[in-house]
C-alpha cells in the first residue's frame, strides 16, 4: 500500500482552511489522519473529510508530533508562535501567511515557477506559501521571463474581499443589502464602504507610501524569480468580488515579444487557461471563470501601443484556491513525492 500522511490544517475553519480540507479530499491527497486545528471557540464542533467525522481540536493544545505535514492558514501571529513548534516536532509546515516568506532561509515556492527550492524545507522545516496576487501574477509571467527576460512590470490589482477572511465576505453581503434597503451600513472590517465601491488599499501603509500587500509583490517576485533587477511598480485595490483576484499587468520585456509567440508559450504552460477571444464576453473574469476552478486564466494579451518591448495581460484566479489553498496543497504534494 503507498504511504499515507498525517495532516494538520491550522485555520481549519476559516476561508482558507476549509478549501485546504475540499482540497485535500478532491485531489485525492493519501492523507491517513486529518486534524482540524483552530481556536478553543471553534473546539469540539465537527466537520467531514472524506466521509468521516473529524473534530475540531483546540490549536493550543495540540501534538504536533502526530502530524508530518502542517498546513497553515490561521494568520501571521499564530504562525509565528506555532509553526516552529511544528517543525521541531517534525512536521513540516506549509505556511500560506506573510510570516516567514522574507527569511532567506525559508523556501517560498509556486510549484509552477520554483519547485525546486521545495528542498530547501530541511533549514527549519517550514515551506512559505507566497501571497495570492504573487501566486497568479508569477504563473503567468513564468513562461514569458523564461523566453525573453522582463525588465519591468507595472501592474494594477483587483482582489476579492475572501482574501481579508470571512467576516470581510460578511461585510460585503451585509452592506450590499443594507444598502439596497435603504439602510445604514456599518464599516468593521475596511475603513470604507466596500461594497459598490473600490479600495486603493490593502494591507498597511509604509514609509514610501506603497502599501505593504503591494510592496509583498515587489519583494515576492525577485524572491521566487530569483532576480533582484526585475523592477515591479504594483498598486492594489480591493473591490466587491467574493472570489477571485483580477490583475492588469503591464509588462516591459528584455526582448521583443509578440502576441502569437505569448499564445504559443501558453500551450504548454503548466496551469495556464487562455481565454482571449476578442469579442464580447470573450475574456475571464473573477465570479464567471475563475470562482470554484483551479487554473490561471490569461484574457487580453496585447501588445502595448505605448512602449516597443510592451506586452499587456488580464490575469485572473481564485485567490483562495490557486492563491492559497491549491498551492499550499500542491507543494505537499511535491513534498511527498520526492522529499518526505
Ligand atoms: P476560529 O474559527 O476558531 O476563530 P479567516 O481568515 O477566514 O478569518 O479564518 C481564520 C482562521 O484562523 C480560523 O480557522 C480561526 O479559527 C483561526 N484562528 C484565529 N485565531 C486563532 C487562534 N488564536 N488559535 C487557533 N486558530 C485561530
Same mark, same amino acid.
Given at each position: ?5 498525517? =495532516? &494538520? ?5 476559516? /476561508? +482558507? %482552511?476549509?478549501?485546504? $480540507? ?116 508569477? =504563473? &503567468? ?5 523564461? /523566453? +525573453? %527576460?522582463?525588465?519591468? $512590470? ?126 464580447? %464576453? ?59
Amino acid at each position: 500500500m503507498s504511504k499515507k500522511y498525517n =495532516v &494538520a490544517v491550522v485555520g481549519a475553519t476559516g /476561508a +482558507v %482552511g476549509v478549501t485546504m $480540507l475540499a482540497i485535500l479530499e478532491e485531489r485525492g491527497f493519501p492523507v491517513d489522519n486529518v486534524y482540524a486545528l483552530a481556536s478553543s471557540r471553534s473546539a469540539g464542533k465537527e466537520i467531514q473529510f472524506n466521509d468521516k467525522t473529524i473534530v475540531i481540536e483546540d490549536l493550543a493544545e495540540f501534538d504536533f508530533k502526530k502530524a508530518q505535514i502542517g498546513l497553515f492558514s490561521a494568520g501571521a501571529s499564530i504562525s509565528k508562535v506555532y509553526a516552529p513548534i511544528a517543525a521541531e516536532a517534525g512536521c513540516v509546515v506549509i505556511d500560506n501567511t506573510s510570516q516567514f516568506r522574507y527569511d532567506d532561509h525559508i523556501p517560498l515556492v509556486v510549484p509552477e515557477v520554483n519547485p525546486e527550492k521545495i528542498a530547501n524545507y530541511k533549514d527549519h522545516g517550514i515551506i512559505a506559501n507566497p501571497n495570492c496576487s504573487t501566486i497568479q501574477m508569477l =504563473v &503567468a509571467l513564468k513562461p514569458i521571463y523564461d /523566453a +525573453v %527576460g522582463i525588465d519591468r $512590470l507595472n501592474v494594477a490589482t483587483y482582489q476579492a474581499v475572501s482574501g481579508t477572511g470571512k467576516e470581510a465576505i460578511d461585510e460585503l453581503n451585509q452592506q450590499s443589502s443594507d444598502i439596497l434597503n435603504d439602510e445604514i451600513i456599518s464599516c468593521d472590517v475596511y475603513p470604507k464602504q466596500i461594497a459598490f465601491n473600490v479600495l486603493p488599499h490593502i494591507d498597511v501603509f509604509l514609509d514610501n507610501g506603497y502599501t505593504k500587500e503591494e510592496m509583498k509583490m515587489v519583494w515576492e517576485t525577485q524572491k521566487i524569480m530569483g532576480d533582484d533587477n526585475i523592477k515591479v511598480n504594483p498598486t492594489a485595490v480591493r473591490v466587491p468580488v467574493i472570489y477571485g483576484h483580477s490583475e492588469a499587468i503591464h509588462l516591459e520585456t528584455k526582448k521583443k515579444i509578440t502576441v502569437q509567440e505569448v499564445n504559443e508559450l501558453y500551450k504548454n504552460a503548466p496551469g495556464i487557461t487562455v481565454l482571449d477571444d476578442r469579442n464580447d %464576453g470573450g475574456y475571464a473574469t473573477a465570479a464567471t471563470e475563475s470562482a470554484g476552478q483551479d487554473p490561471v486564466f490569461v484574457s487580453r494579451i496585447r501588445e502595448d501601443i505605448s512602449h516597443p518591448m510592451g506586452i499587456n495581460l488580464w490575469v485572473v484566479s481564485d485567490n483562495v484556491r490557486k492563491g492559497a489553498a491549491l498551492n499550499s496543497v500542491q507543494i505537499a504534494e511535491i513534498l511527498i513525492q520526492k522529499y518526505i
